[in-house]
Each structure stands twice: as structure tokens, then as C-alpha cells.
């Protein structure tokens, strides 16, 4: 790997623990295992998927296809499949030097072709994510017929991840950061604004995680309740007030089986993202 390689890699382990460290209802972390699955499990799925993830000059679907195959060596189970999905053209976008990250991201998702379609394919039918089903356009299934971005973009009003491909990553580049430069002005630790990322997201809009295996109106009532802990969380002195109550609704969800996934994922591309802008300033003195 070249020297900035490893830092784009040491960025996406790091932000990835980060949000392991934030008390997130309903997903993994360092409070409560979730869906039978461990912080550890997720610790290791971030080290085994950061190379090749983080590979330099690697297509995206290549970075996708090679982190979900380190993953399921390392853990034999999908943990990192969402993740995967948004930070490995964010990956691709930090390696082309840009002066604006967004800029090069979108020079990225215009450049994906069919065969970034075909090794995303592959990588989410190994992944088997819950309540991946088959659908009669582009399906994962099938060899694809058009680019990863086009997949993406007809997807994109059931998935809120294919949606930041058709979008430029709005999501993570407004919600999300917005949410994360309005918590820093208060509080530095990177779990605190985790944990404010997340609930920004899951307050936002229905999780499609939770939509594609509860329905919508389960979605919408575990939106309104982050609305409640997201507006706590802004007047809050310390965020601590809230870990309380925050584990309990957290106990609650994971009895009902109900993991907003897809709202854990957006917050590691967010802190990913925050974090590669604070490398790629001294990047052309790398290498």
C-alpha cells in the first residue's frame, strides 16, 4: 500500500470503531451486542476489509468485492456489507488527491462502469443482507446491463445507501455532517458525535433496513422516537444524561428485532468522510 493508502485505511478502522464506541438503539456496540453479532466481530470485519478496501488504484467494485471477501473470511457473517457500499467510493475519491472530497467523489460514481456493477453484484449475493429480495429491474442476481451508479439510481427510492449513489452522497454530505459540525462546536469526543450523527439519520427518515424487514410503519414509529432523543441530545450538557434511557430503547428494539442498520452505516461514511478531509490537505506530501 502506498502512504496514502494506509492513511485512507487508518481512517475508515478508525471511524469505524468510532461509531462501535456511541450507545446506538437498536445496532452494535460497545454497550450491547446486537443481532448476534459482537463488537468484535465488527472490529475484525473493519481490519480484514480495510485493505482492500483502501487497495490504491482499485476500481470501486473491485474495493466492494474484495472488502465483502475479507469479510466473510474473517467473520463468516455480514457485518460490514452497507459500509462497504458507501465508503469504497469515498476511498477511491480521498486517493484522487481532490481539493473538494465531494468533487472527487462525483468524479468517481460518474466514472463506474458494468463490470463495478457485476463485482458489487457478486459481493452483496455473498453478503446475503436481510431482506435482500429479488426485484424485477437490475437484479443482484442477474448479470447486470448498466452501470453500479445507474443499479443504484433505480434503487434508490427503497434504499437510502443505492440513494447516495444517485445523489452524490447528499445524505452524508448535508444530514450527516451538518449533525456533526453542530455537535463538535459542544463536545470532541468522536462517540458523543457519533451518536448524534446516528440519531440525526434515524430521525430523518425511515430506515430502509428496518423498512425492507418491518414495513414502513414500523420504520416511522422508530423515526419519531429518534426525533425525541435526537432534540434531548442537542440540549443536553453532557451526553451522558441520556445513556440511560438511550440502553433502555436500545433493550427494546433488539427485542423486537428491530436494527436500523442502514443509519449505522451512513454514520461510518460520515465519520469516514470528516476524517479523510483531515488527511488529504498534507496528502501530496505523502508518498
Excluded at 52 to 66: F, K, Q
Aim: proline share 5%; with cysteine; charged share 25%.
Amino acid at each position: 500500500m502506498t502512504a496514502l493508502s494506509e492513511s485512507i485505511a487508518t481512517a475508515f478502522k478508525t471511524a469505524c470503531r468510532d461509531e462501535l464506541e456511541a450507545p446506538k438503539p437498536g445496532n452494535v456496540h460497545v454497550f450491547a451486542p446486537g443481532g448476534r453479532k459482537s463488537v468484535d466481530q465488527f472490529v475484525r470485519s473493519a481490519d480484514a476489509a480495510a485493505p482492500p478496501l483502501c487497495a490504491a488504484g482499485a476500481r470501486v467494485g473491485t474495493r466492494i468485492l474484495g472488502a465483502i471477501e475479507a469479510t466473510a473470511a474473517a467473520v463468516a457473517t455480514n457485518t460490514n456489507l452497507g459500509i462497504v457500499l458507501l465508503c469504497a467510493p469515498l476511498a477511491a475519491a480521498a486517493e484522487l488527491r481532490p481539493s473538494d472530497l465531494r468533487d472527487g467523489l462525483e468524479r468517481v460514481l460518474a466514472d463506474l462502469d458494468v463490470g463495478d456493477a457485476a463485482l458489487a453484484y457478486r459481493a452483496i449475493v455473498l453478503a446475503a443482507p436481510g431482506g435482500l429480495g429479488r426485484v424485477g429491474q437490475h437484479d443482484v442476481h442477474a448479470p447486470p446491463t448498466v452501470t453500479l451508479r445507474q443499479a443504484m439510481i433505480a434503487a434508490a427510492d427503497r434504499d437510502r445507501i443505492a440513494r447516495q449513489y444517485a445523489t452524490g452522497f447528499a445524505d452524508v454530505f448535508t444530514c450527516g455532517e451538518t449533525a456533526r459540525s453542530a455537535h463538535q462546536r459542544h463536545r470532541s469526543e468522536p462517540k458523543s458525535a457519533a451518536l448524534a450523527i446516528y440519531l440525526e439519520f434515524l430521525s430523518a427518515f425511515p430506515d430502509s433496513h428496518i423498512v425492507r424487514e418491518h414495513g414502513i410503519d414500523v420504520a416511522e414509529q422508530v423515526r419519531r422516537t429518534a426525533q425525541d432523543f435526537r432534540d434531548r441530545l442537542q440540549v443536553a450538557d453532557d451526553p451522558v444524561e441520556l445513556k440511560a434511557d438511550l440502553l433502555q430503547w436500545d433493550e427494546l428494539l433488539k427485542h423486537r428485532g428491530l436494527n436500523p442498520g442502514t443509519s449505522a452505516d451512513l454514520t461510518v461514511a460520515t465519520l469516514f468522510a470528516d476524517r479523510l478531509r483531515n488527511i488529504l490537505p498534507s496528502a501530496s506530501n505523502s508518498d
